[in-house]
């Protein structure tokens, strides 16, 4: 007997544990008045009949989809930077801001300042939130301790809400996301102490799946990011880069070079950038509520999808560049400045974005033996979600097979 059956759904789902590729990413599986059978936490049964369940849930015609999976994020800090809004009206930029000692550098104080427990309740209820928007897996970095002590303690947090929180939660190391004050004159003793210390203990520890870098004018170069991510892949972790999002230094070729499972952001990308992606195989993930805050150009998704590369969605959560967690924002954006069809945009935050972060096998689409990570939206179709922007669409949240909101 099925633990729940969710029954009169209208179903829209991607299907299959590998990303899509140019235009079959909006290839999807859509089929009215469809019972979805769950136990033991999987999808046990798809189709028009009504096994014998010990819960039945009345989708009421309403949409269902696969849970959204939020593939970049910067979850655990300290603090807020809600002063730096006056900034950027003024006409400071983001290297600005962050080159006065703000930005980046200004939530590394904070963050140093929190306790373990202020940041473990913090995160966690930046989750829950997420949760009731329909978001049931999100990867989440660190880098807001740049120092070892401090990026440990995020990376410990992300461990233990793994471990407590319904979220799925996978961990990124990022040490290297910005120089730190008393390395200005000498940033290659920080690239040192990554390198070192800081990714040895991540990997000792078993901290981190991932590592990534922000490879970026005025932060870290070429052969600085490459040493890094070299000596991180030789330690085990998967490789991310964030590439090309406000100066091409040639970040997207770096990713291929050193075999990175994504380049995030990608805003100033080129023709051979987008080469690259398609022929070493690397995901783009687009965070165009980051564009959108920052008032600056959109990456360009539909000229990536054209040349057959594969990209995901996030949100890019964090206290400077993209203070919103709403991966329902995302979606619209990426519809209305990529130019994207709901279809495509679908896939783009559930089952691309799930392979993005190592979760392809087992989540973003509704097929039988995934895990029944499953949002019920107020939304009578797939358009309709997409066109309703500025509230919360998730009407029924079922993660692991539990209704959780």
Request: with cysteine.
């Amino acid at each position: 007997m099925l633990d729940l059956l969710i029954k009169n759904a209208h179903l829209a789902t991607p299907k299959g544990n590998s990303p899509k590729r140019g235009a079959m990413i909006g290839q999807i599986s859509i089929e009215k008045d469809i019972n979805i059978g769950i136990a033991d936490g999987k999808i046990a049964y798809i189709g028009h009949d009504a096994p014998e369940a010990a819960k039945v849930h009345d989708a009421e015609g309403h949409l269902v989809t696969p849970g959204l999976v939020d593939s970049h994020t910067h979850l655990v800090f300290g603090g807020f930077r809600q002063h730096e809004l006056a900034l950027k009206l003024d006409g400071a930029d983001y290297l600005e801001i962050l080159a006065a000692g703000g930005g980046i550098l200004s939530t590394v104080n904070a963050t140093r300042a929190a306790d373990f427990d202020e940041l473990y309740a913090k995160a966690g209820a930046f989750l829950d939130d997420m949760l009731a928007h329909g978001t049931t897996t999100v990867e989440a970095k660190s880098g807001y301790g740049l120092e070892t002590e401090t990026e440990l303690k995020q990376l410990k947090v992300v461990a233990k809400l793994q471990q407590e929180h319904p979220m799925d939660v996978v961990s990124t190391f990022m040490g290297a996301h910005a120089i730190p004050q008393k390395y200005k004159q000498n940033p290659d003793d920080y690239v040192n102490l990554v390198v070192d210390e800081m990714i040895p203990a991540v990997a000792q520890q078993n901290l981190a799946e991932y590592c990534d870098i922000f490879c970026e004018k005025g932060v870290f170069d070429i052969a600085q990011s490459r040493k890094i991510l070299k000596a991180a892949k030789s330690a085990g972790l998967g490789i991310k880069i964030h590439a090309n999002e406000i100066n091409n230094l040639g970040g997207a070729m770096l990713a291929a070079e050193v075999g990175a499972t994504s380049a995030e952001h990608m805003i100033a990308s080129d023709q051979s950038d987008i080469e690259a992606l398609v022929k070493f195989g690397i995901i783009a993930i687009l965070l165009p509520t980051t564009s959108f805050y920052l008032g600056k150009p959109f990456a360009p998704a539909r000229q990536m999808l054209d040349r057959g590369a594969m990209i995901a969605i996030a949100s890019d959560f964090n206290p400077g560049s993209s203070p919103n967690f709403n991966l329902q924002l995302s979606m619209t954006l990426a519809c209305l400045k990529y130019g994207l069809k709901p279809a495509e945009v679908l896939t783009a935050v559930t089952l691309n974005a799930a392979w993005a972060i190592g979760r392809g096998a087992t989540k973003g689409t509704i097929e039988e033996g995934k895990d029944a990570d499953i949002v019920i939206w107020n939304c009578p179709d797939l358009d309709y979600l997409f066109y309703r922007f500025g509230n919360n669409q998730a009407k029924t949240v079922i993660k692991n097979g539990e209704i959780i909101i």
